[in-house]
């Protein structure tokens, strides 16, 4: 069964860091370009971040976490992360990770905006920044 599990989420206060993991089972990350989506209370789902599929792959950010989060992966591993520094309250959030297949997104990061071109779709992990 192909999935996507993330963790590493949990509770932190203003100005701390966390690290998401997304890891695959039942298929290989290697052609897939990995994107980085939040829900926050009683809002829409959101782009946060995108990884093209091989390693050391392009990134692309939302502005709200422009030089504050960074997104890497380790296709051996098959997990992608998400590394989130200096997180504000307003981050608290669902974060989703979700795999797009195609030659398209090896070099190329995924939209974090066209949620249509995900195949798969991780369950979430919550992310608490509170003081």
């Known amino acids: 069964q192909m999935q996507l599990v993330e963790s590493g989420g949990g509770s932190v206060q203003p100005g701390g860091s966390l690290r998401l993991s997304c890891i695959a089972s039942?298929?290989?990350?290697?052609?897939?370009?990995i994107g980085w989506f939040r829900r926050a209370p009683g809002k829409e789902r959101e782009g946060v971040s995108s990884i093209s599929a091989i390693t050391g792959g392009n990134t692309d950010y939302a502005n709200s976490v422009k030089g504050r989060f960074t997104a890497s992966r380790d296709n051996a591993k098959n997990t992608v992360y998400l590394q989130m520094n200096s997180l504000k309250p307003e981050d608290t959030a669902v974060y989703f990770c979700?795999?797009?297949?195609?030659?398209?997104?090896?070099?190329?990061?995924?939209?974090?905006?066209?949620?249509?071109?995900?195949?798969?779709w991780g369950k979430g992990a919550l992310v608490t920044v509170s003081s």
């Open positions: 039942g298929f290989s990350l290697d052609h897939y370009a």
């Open positions: 979700a795999a797009a297949y195609g030659s398209s997104w090896y070099w190329q990061p995924p939209s974090i905006v066209d949620e249509s071109i995900y195949d798969y």
